[in-house]
């Protein structure tokens, strides 16, 4: 059913939550994993793939200790490292390629300011067409 699981991470302890929970369900459907994080500084925004900077090494070192956490579980993941706009940048591998559900973990912002100033998860949720687990992580 979920073959081809997104993972969205924002590299902050929210993060936790979404993992744990793909964790256990992609070992029950066999899943493959994409670990997918956007670096949305200055310097990825100007720069994309091409950026240096501390930012991008705190990024990438990251996404590499979650892939070695999935894989000494047992679990087939890859990761990804886009830059720019988050909402953007998830739609856009999303439509690019074979994918049956996009996990991310949300902040648990006030409903005002979700509505006044958006989010990632609610701007991703109006443009796919595939499932999407959002969990609450604090």
């Known amino acids: 059913m979920y073959g081809n699981i997104l993972v969205t991470l924002d590299c902050t302890p929210t993060d936790r939550a979404i993992i744990r929970h793909v964790k256990r369900l992609g070992r029950r459907m066999r899943s493959r994993f994409v670990l997918m994080h956007v670096a949305d500084g200055w310097a990825a925004r100007a720069f994309g793939a091409n950026a240096v900077s501390a930012e991008i090494r705190r990024d990438t070192a990251y996404l590499s200790r979650v892939r ?49 100033l958006g989010s990632t998860a609610n701007q991703v949720r109006h443009r796919i067409s595939v499932p999407l687990l959002l969990l609450l992580g604090r």
């Open 68 to 116: 070695a956490e999935f894989r000494s579980a047992g679990l087939r993941a890859e990761t990804i490292l886009a830059y720019g706009d988050p909402a953007d940048e998830i739609v856009k591998w999303v439509k690019g390629h074979r994918c049956d559900l996009v996990a991310m973990s949300t902040h648990g912002h006030e409903f005002i300011a979700d509505l006044v």
